[in-house]
């Protein structure tokens, strides 16, 4: 026995976590007795108890990381500034109170999308088994799964949850499935001998269990090799710990935006309180004033309207049947350059269907794809009857029906299968030629992986009749004739039926031979013995056939410029097929990298791989991981679908991981990003489609908030420039921080969502993902917030001075503080009437407003129409007055006032007239 000191080698750890053939699992497996409870004891000294040690951080520590934030900063110390200076200025607390709401609200929405980490963990937990049933000093006992220890011995049998890693022995007919660790749906054969190569991925590792899986049937027995963190699921379990979620490309440019923001605020903010001195005001008045600038500018609704946007394009991608669970996600997808899918149920059908059938006289094509039992038969370009001359089709096909377990489901005309998926597709096959030949079944020879067949047996009429169905190696040992069409029997050829077994297996078809005989009507067992003498009929080629309309959204993903990527744990030779089928591959153009070949590849030497490669097979978790750091190494934009326990470290790295959401696990869907209801390839698509509108809402609402954000801060710079020259702007400023923050609150709730509601552009799929290196903060905001702040400034002050000149004597004494404050109300119209004309102009970025119908956006017209609404109240309502710093002023300035409205639109579309030539000539629009 090994050494069980309290301080195990590496090189005994090493022994136990993967013991294949090592001297000490011999001795184990022969002794037959199992540990003792002392040495069991000792053990769990050394290797600690069978149990994932996950920590989660405390609610409080994950409500405090939503204030990290730089444009949270801003506000909180916006907030600050505020609430100091109400103690000079009451109309600062409302500026106070709105700030820290957003603040508060923003912080919660963020507290309520985090956590998927500690889910995803918190799944992982409720894999482990809770108890087993184990050798120990020779008797057998149930013990709590927690304290199972390398070298103990576990008893298996169908329906076993597996508890630890285990290498097993005295195996029979042992199935375990796998799917939740590999990906794999079909239950995984396993055996007692070792296999010796290297670099295996768990999938291909079958003188193994592993925790968290389970034993489908037969029996055996196992030594615990690997418990806790050292099993596949503790490893997956630390990946997904140490796996950091990597910040979006939106996340990343807004915190580059607001830096910059941050940057010119603060710096014009200091600039106006140098320019307060210099024109000889008091340093408390230059304070204040560069304090209402800064506030001005401030774009306290930024959070929430990118919030909003996201939400909005994530209710769109939930009617698409892709459900976002991480907002920021719902804008990645546009930007995305590589979606790498898992193969089965994603790409394919999963739905097993047979697809060519071969007998001794012709090679038939199976029409239709899936469970549903409709499809017709076609030899050398005809469609045929197989119950007209095509006996020996026929009676494949019959076999196939009859040495079957499966049963077909119909519910609502959607079909599905009752038992193995490879039976599934052999009912089909038989009820698309109309076969249902419901022959009493007398005795039956279960499949089981070491004999390769199966056997059943039938009431006949005139005798009673063995079918088999199996391998076609093992099937043409027992056959000694075939049948024809004609119903006359001749010697199989062996040789020729394993050539076309071949040709067909190298389409990645997965075969069945089928064979009968007749025996007599008292027969009424079967032996082994029985397997001679048999008639062969043919063979029935199968494949979980591609989506339809994922071999249409691949295409579309080459046309927008994404690259598609198959990751699967299935061979090489049917990923290959599939990929060629679904246009992943050009022909035998591209390159397929298994798992084993991966695994020996350094980072630098996969670095090189992943450029070229686009189809991978028999991958083990930690390889879809590598793949996907790889490619964002390269630059990429990562999407990562996945389904199975082994997939959630890859999700989490991707910029955005993409659970099944029907045949996904509750790991790897706490895990992602965003979660695809149908499994559906297809969907993603679509949602991408969705990703790329929300960027194009996001770019339209920038480009409206801050030009009018920048507006406002001009009125308040601008004031201090031109006191000196106009007296009227050394009594006030042209508006008060309170009509300032009227404003920039109901023009982003009416005016700026009202915007995310316009039409998707045409054509949002024709064109490359954007680049992850594009900015926000780009020459386009600058030159639109000069001409729009240029626009709102003129038009304010105009107003303020035309209207409010006369309140004020030469050396800026107030003389009629009435009329002064109907000029600020009459400026703070003419500043709206800007933000009307230019909204309708930001509809869309680059094309012109008449380009579209106007009356097409109905939210952004009740917007204008509420908009006008709530800002009348101010104005003609005393109640009002006093709070908002507003008076009624007489009708006839309205005349002088909505001319206003031009100025903003004219201005924004002669630069999108300007800009739209300037991209005419570089070729970037037709």
């Known amino acids: 026995m090994p050494n069980t000191s309290s301080d195990p080698t590496a090189s005994q750890k090493k022994e136990w976590y993967r013991l294949t053939t090592t001297e000490t699992f011999q001795k184990l497996k022969t002794s037959n007795s199992g540990l003792s409870d002392s040495e069991a004891e000792e053990r769990i000294s050394q290797y600690g108890y069978n149990e994932l ?33 109400t103690m000079t200025s009451e109309d600062m607390m409302a500026d106070t109170m709105v700030i820290a709401g957003v603040v508060i609200l923003n912080a919660l929405l963020g507290f309520f999308q985090e956590g998927k980490t500690e889910a995803a963990l918190d799944a992982l937990r409720k894999m482990i088994v809770q108890e087993c049933s184990v050798l120990r000093d020779g008797d057998k006992k149930v013990i709590p799964a927690r304290e199972l220890v390398p070298g103990d011995i576990v008893l298996l049998e169908g329906g076993n949850k597996i508890p630890a890693d285990l290498r097993i022995f005295d ?46 049937r037969g029996l055996a027995k196992g030594v615990v090799v690997a418990t806790g963190e050292n099993t596949e699921f503790g490893k997956i379990a630390t990946l997904v710990k140490g796996t950091k979620k990597v910040v979006t490309p939106l996340q990343k440019n807004i915190a580059a935006f607001t830096r910059t923001l941050m940057m010119v605020i603060l710096g014009i903010g200091a600039v106006n309180f140098v320019l307060g001195f210099v024109f000889g005001y008091t340093p408390v008045y230059s304070f204040l004033a560069s304090v209402s600038l800064v506030v001005a500018a401030i774009p306290e609704m930024l959070p929430m309207l990118v919030t909003a946007i996201l939400a909005l394009a994530a209710s769109a991608m939930v ?31 999963n739905q097993m269907t047979v697809v060519k059938v071969y ?13 549903e039992p409709t499809g017709s038969f076609i030899v050398d370009e005809e469609e045929i009857n197989p119950a007209n001359a095509h006996l020996a089709l026929a009676e494949t096909l019959k076999a196939g029906y009859l040495c079957n377990n499966a049963k077909l489901v119909n519910e609502d005309d959607s079909y599905s299968i009752m038992g193995d998926p490879t039976e599934g597709a052999l009912l089909v096959s038989a009820k698309k030629a109309g076969i249902e030949n419901p022959m009493a079944r ?6 089981e992986s070491e004999q390769q067949y199966m056997a059943t047996l039938h009431r006949g009429q005139k005798g009673n009749i063995i079918f088999v169905k199996g391998s076609p190696e093992q099937v043409l040992k027992m056959c000694h004739n075939q049948l024809t069409d004609s119903s006359a029997l001749q010697p199989v050829n062996n040789q020729l039926v ?135 190494r390269q630059g990429e934009v990562v999407a990562m679908t996945g389904d199975g326990v082994n997939d959630a470290p890859a999700l989490k790295a991707a910029d955005i991981g993409i659970a099944m959401g029907i045949t996904g696990t509750e790991v790897s869907k706490e895990a992602s990003d965003m979660i695809l ?47 000196p020259l106009l007296p009227v702007f050394q009594a006030r400023l042209a508006l008060e921080p309170i009509m300032i923050l009227w404003v920039n609150l109901f023009d982003s709730v009416f005016l700026t969502m009202p915007l995310m509601m316009e039409v998707k552009d045409k054509g949002l799929l024709n064109s490359p993902p ?47 503080p009435h009329l002064l404050t109907q000029a600020q109300t009459a400026a703070f119209w003419a500043v709206l009437m800007v933000h009307f004309g230019y909204v309708v102009s930001a509809r869309s970025v680059y094309n012109s407003a008449f380009a579209f119908n106007p009356f097409s956006n109905k939210w952004l017209l009740g917007g204008i129409a509420a908009s006008i609404t709530f800002r009348l109240l101010p104005t003609f309502v005393p109640a009002f007055n006093s709070f908002f710093r507003t008076e009624n002023f007489p009708l006839e300035w309205w005349i002088y006032i909505l001319p206003c409205l031009l100025p903003g639109f004219i201005a924004i579309e002669l630069e999108k007239l300007i800009l739209r030539r300037k991209r005419k000539q570089k070729g970037l629009i037709s």
């Open 53 to 85: 040690k996950l920590k989660k951080p405390s609610t409080l520590m994950r409500f405090l990381r939503q204030f990290h934030d730089p444009l949270v900063y801003i506000l909180i110390a916006a907030a600050i500034t505020t609430f100091i200076l």
């Open 319 to 349: 009617k698409k049947k892709a459900l976002i669970k991480r907002l920021p996600a719902a804008e990645t997808l546009g930007s995305t350059t590589v979606i790498c899918s898992d193969k089965t149920g994603t790409l394919t059908k």
């Open 677 to 723: 209801i149908n499994d559906n390839f297809a969907c993603i698509v679509s949602a991408v489609e969705e990703g790329r509108h929300a960027w194009k809402n996001l770019q339209k609402a920038i480009l409206y908030t801050l030009p009018t954000n920048g507006g406002q801060a001009l009125l308040v710079i601008g004031a201090v420039l031109l006191a």
């Open 770 to 816: 954007r680049s992850p290196r594009e900015k926000l903060a780009n020459w386009l905001l600058l030159e639109r917030t000069l001409l729009i702040g240029f626009v709102i400034a003129a038009s304010g002050f105009i107003i303020y001075n035309f209207f409010g000149a006369a309140a004020v004597a030469a050396d800026g004494t107030i003389i009629d």
């Open 171 to 216: 195996v029979k007919n042992l199935y375990a499935d796998e799917a939740v660790l590999t990906g794999e749906s079909k239950p995984a054969a396993k055996y007692e001998e070792a296999v010796d190569r290297p670099n295996l991925p768990p999938g291909d590792q079958r003188c193994i269990t592993f925790s968290g899986t389970f034993i489908v």
């Open 359 to 371: 007998t001794g006289d012709s090679e038939y094509q199976v029409q239709g794809i899936g469970y």
């Open 442 to 447: 007398i005795d039956e020879i279960p499949f």
């Open 498 to 632: 394993l050539e076309k077994a071949s040709q067909m297996a190298s389409q990645a078809l997965r075969l069945l031979a089928m064979a009968y005989k007749i025996v007599p009507v008292d027969k009424t067992s079967l032996e082994p013995d029985d397997m001679n003498g048999l008639t062969f009929t043919g063979i029935q080629g199968m494949i979980d056939p591609p989506r339809e309309e994922a071999i249409e959204a691949v295409a579309k993903c080459k046309k927008a410029g994404i690259r598609s990527v198959m990751i699967t744990g299935d061979h090489v030779l049917t990923a290959r097929a599939i990929a060629r089928q679904i246009g992943i591959m050009n022909g035998d153009q591209g390159e397929a990298l298994t798992g084993e070949r991966l695994a020996a590849m350094s980072d630098d030497e996969l670095l090189e791989a992943v450029k070229k490669v686009s189809v991978y097979a028999r991958v083990a978790p930690e390889h879809k991981l590598r793949i996907a750091l790889q490619l964002q």
